[in-house]
């Protein structure tokens, strides 16, 4: 992984703009977020529930991470705000995801809307409008596969994982296919390690199902950090 041209600035810009907004904007929307119609049996905590001093530490951790090294390998780069906004948007979905296996679509469908005039920004200060194209192919072709995926194993694939993989497919797509190839399903390879561990070390059982958001997103930070390489080790 070779850093980008700006690196350290993009970095440290993508800590103190992430990591302050996740901490203030995870419990808030977490005190107004509707709760789902849960199936008969189903329980869950509620979101309201969630909105403590350690979900702000978690959220504003894991997007002040999460945007210093998008920083680091996008530098100041048109893209960039695009994946900031999905660090923010990311690390308060993968920490209510992980402590109620929900994905809230009162958070999945406004980012649509924020990433993609993000996304059209950064196209039009690029002038890749290519790239725009490809975002908008990629995150169609991500939603299908998860929807066929929802449909044949609707026990092991929630339909906000769904959702997720369209918003998720559209900053990826925008970047490359090797970032979205390999940034979009590296969630089932690393979702599968963790999940036979578990099982192995008896900390879960064979029938649980395991929050898969979380997954999705760190594949999804794995694809921008080495979804370039891999493809040009490939394609070499």
Known sequence: ???ADNALLAAGAGVVLCGPAAFVLGPWLMRRIP???LEEGDTKIPYADLAVA??????GALAAVSGGLLGWM???TAVLPAWLLMAISGAVLGYIDARTRYLPSAIIWPSYAVVGVALIGASAGSGDWGALRR????GVIGFAVFYV???V???GVGFGDVRLSGLLGLPLGWLGWGEFISGLYGGFFIGALVGIALIAARVMKRKQMVPFGPFMLIGALGGVLLGGP????YVG
Do not use: D, H, K, N
Not at 230 to 233: P, V
């Open 35 to 37: 709760e789902p119609l």
């Open 149 to 151: 995926l929802w449909f």
């Open 135 to 138: 975002a908008v192919i990629a």
């Open 1 to 3: 992984m070779v850093p």
């Open 230 to 233: 891999l493809e040009q080790l």
């Open 153 to 155: 194993f609707p026990s």
């Open 54 to 59: 350690r979900a702000a530490y978690w959220c």
């Open 74 to 76: 996008l530098g100041i």
